[in-house]
């Protein structure tokens, strides 16, 4: 029996939730009595398997294709799906990265399995593993657990495991050459590319008011401008604040706009959902300000206050210019 | 063009969740359409003013789920097809996507779109799984989306505020990104209208039968605090002042 964790590599560098997946793979596979094997899938990946070897594991393949250069769909599906069918792992864990959620659905599709995905914690009861992932934007957290015979799939959310515990150790690297076939992949990618060079750099705020949905209204926007500049800070949104143009995307904080980490970071009407928290909660004080004492932001907030952000945020306001 | 656009009924935003067993009590709940399908049926709304041709409203969900339909085709939808299952919790997403599959299928549509993850379960794979499914090529995570003739030119959205194109053969999958457009708001004609379309309703049992799933969820519940946070309630100025008091005393940072 054996655990298969792919890592995800570009242009011949590690994602950096790669190792994050590898250590939870390793103390999944420990629990279950199972064979650790690590795969990495490209074009010219030798030297990042070589990496790979240095950790605790079975076995690295090194999934080797020129069609594999550029990430695409159905390459990545055709090329795992056929290491999958040689290898059969009872569970093949991924990094819940963009570009697993562009494949892994398929790929566990092949094998008419549902992908467990952005799983939040594991483990292993009857030698079977059972996964937490968070349900309705992390309010709530749910058991789940794969039924029947395996592979099993699943993708791990970014920070819920520490890169830092994939132990290290030397595996045995193989070549994999999967059967490709250029007819089969479909899509025809272009060069990654950014919109514009960003105009602010959040990431050097020492402190930050960010606002969410709780605003309501483009036009009460200015109610934290006024908190911003009573604090000195940057302003900052989650994204559908960007979405809907109240503030430029540059000011977007999470996992598709900045990560940032200032001293102090002040989420006014922010529920909290993950795609924002894995940007902002490196930051070293956290204040949450939302009229739902439920929401998620308050279990990473150092501060909170449950109110009605209109009444709360002027009275802030009043407070910080009596120190000033 | 014919645009298949699959959608979803969930609790409102801001709801109070109650667990309950495996799921969550539906009791005092109210719903609505799930945030990114929103845009993707938006999407589909505006490449049909573009292109022509029809939008048809996908939507597996139990009687609830009406009400939803009708705000899609009071949007524009031409019509509706209505898997109605009152437990499709007992389905995973590859149970849930078999149907809707097979409804597609049998639709044969140049495009599926469909919102890139869901408000309730997140698990953010039904429109590939479709895809899988059909054989059709896909896309995730979309931020643009343009047809000329047979040819589909998308704008993925990266990590970290990075982009791709990425070219395509339809029929094609997309799985659309919140923020892709700026949502409509139905007219009243278009209310008015909407009671006369078409909402075909499908069983589960019509489309080739509940498959057994292999992803159980076992129970929910409420997460436990990572950190405990200091709260302040009640009068604003006096919770305004105990903040202050904290952030420039305890944590040093005013």
Redesign the interface.
Known sequence: MSVLAVLEQQGGKWHRMSFETLGAAQQLAAAMGADLEIAVAGAGVGPLAQDAAAKKATKVWAVEHGLLKDYT??GYTAALEALIRKTSPALVLLPH??QT??????L???F???????VIGARVDSGEP?FV????????????????PGP?FASIQAGAWRADSAEPGTAPVETFAPPLDAAQI??????????SA?AVDLSAAE?IVSVG?GIRDKENIPVVEDLARA?GAELAAS??I????WLPMERQVG?????VSP??YMAIGI?GAIQHLVGMKGA??I??INK???A?I???????????LF??VP??V???RK?K | MKILVAIKQV?V??S??R?SGQW?SEADLTFEINEPDAYALEEALQLKEKHGGEVVALCAGPARAQQTIREALAKGADRAIHIEEENLAAL????V?RLLAAAAKAEAPDLILTG?QS???????TG??M???LRL?????IMQAEIQGSALRVK??????????????LPAALTIQ??IN?LRYATLMGIKRARTKEIRRLTAAELGGAS????????????Q???Q??????D??Q???Q??E???FE?R??
Not at chain 1, 101 to 106: G, H, K, L, N, Q
Not at chain 1, 112 to 118: G, K, P, V, Y
Not at chain 1, 133 to 148: E, H, I, S, T
Not at chain 2, 229 to 234: D, S
């Open positions: 769909a159905d990265t963009y959620r562009d494949f892994a659905p398929m566990a599709t092949r008419e399995r549902a992908l467990i995905s952005d059972v992932r968070q349900f309705f934007q992390g309010k709530l957290n749910g058991d789940v657990r794969p039924a029947g099993h479909r899509q025809k990618p272009e060069p990654p590319f950014r919109e960003r402190r949905r604090l994204r559908p960007c979405d809907a143009g996992s598709s706009g900045q990560t001293k102090m529920s070293k004080t204040v949450a739902d004492k439920d998620p308050f279990e990473v907030a150092d501060y909170g206050i449950v109110g009605d009444e709360v009275a802030l009043q407070e910080i120190i | 609790p935003r801001d109070q969740l667990p969550i995973d997403t590859l149970g996507a890139l408000d309730d379960m997140g698990y953010g794979q590939v799984v895809a899988g499914l090529p896909h896309s995730t995570i993925r959205e990266l990590e970290d505020g990075w982009f791709q194109h990425i070219e395509m053969t919140s923020g700026k057994p799933a292999t992803v159980v969820i076992e129970r929910v519940y409420a997460p605090k990572a950190k946070a200091q709260i302040f309630e009640g604003p100025t919770a305004a002042a903040l202050v904290k952030l420039r944590a940072v005013l």
